[in-house]
């Protein structure tokens, strides 16, 4: 069974704090630290305008997607920012932004929502507008804007106006219990009593 926070209702701007989803559990999930080490791919896009140079912006349009070793990036448009260092620094997704990556332990974070703007130099991503984070084996967060750090899985969480956030958390597996030792039942008694011991042969009849 799942147990599910209540939901919190705000007047104003709420802001959560979710330590929640790492902090909750033993052992927290870290997300795969081999894949800030790779180069960001544009896997697809239907159409791009722009140039790779210092303080530049890309455009992508159209079935955008962008990976960089397990973290995946999908969206309707996207915008790529270099810095003066000609270094990717942020990416911005609008229309269908969807965000997934997989942790240390192989288990898979994934987030959407109306828009994405991914800091690639710290590695967070917000996400705006009905968003969505799940992490796979620990529990899910809804609300008006997540924000969530790729390098460490710790989430904050905010809502509009008389807004709410919403948040499930699975409990941590249990290990098998061992069954307690049975005393095997007793073997059925006979229901007649053990038979007597033989009796001496008859004496055999005189000639």
């Known amino acids: 069974m ?36 790779q180069p960001m791919r544009v896997v697809h896009a239907d159409s791009f305008s722009g140039f790779n140079a210092p303080n530049s912006v890309t455009t992508l349009n159209g079935h955008v997607e962008l990976s960089q070793g397990t973290l995946r990036i999908t969206g309707d448009l996207a915008k790529i920012y270099v810095d003066g260092n000609q270094q ?80 499930i958390f699975l409990p941590k597996p249990q290990p098998a219990t061992a069954h307690s030792a049975t005393i095997p039942p007793a073997p059925a008694s006979s229901a007649a009593a053990p038979a007597a011991a033989a009796s001496s042969p008859a004496p055999q009849g005189q000639h």
């Open 88 to 167: 990717l620094s942020r990416i911005v997704v609008t229309g269908n932004a969807h965000i997934q990556q997989l942790d240390d332990a192989g288990n898979l974070m994934s987030g959407d929502a109306r828009t994405l703007d991914y800091d690639n130099i710290k590695g967070i991503a917000t996400l705006k507008g009905q968003a969505a984070v799940h992490q796979q084996g620990r529990g899910e967060a809804h609300g008006d804007t997540l924000t969530y750090n790729t390098q460490t899985s710790e989430m904050t969480g905010s809502s509009g106006n008389d807004g709410m956030v919403h948040m």
């Open 2 to 37: 799942t147990s599910t926070a209540s939901s919190f209702r705000t007047h104003g701007m709420l802001r959560l704090a979710l330590l929640v989803l790492g902090a909750l559990l033993l052992q927290p999930a870290l997300a795969r630290k081999d894949d800030r080490s």
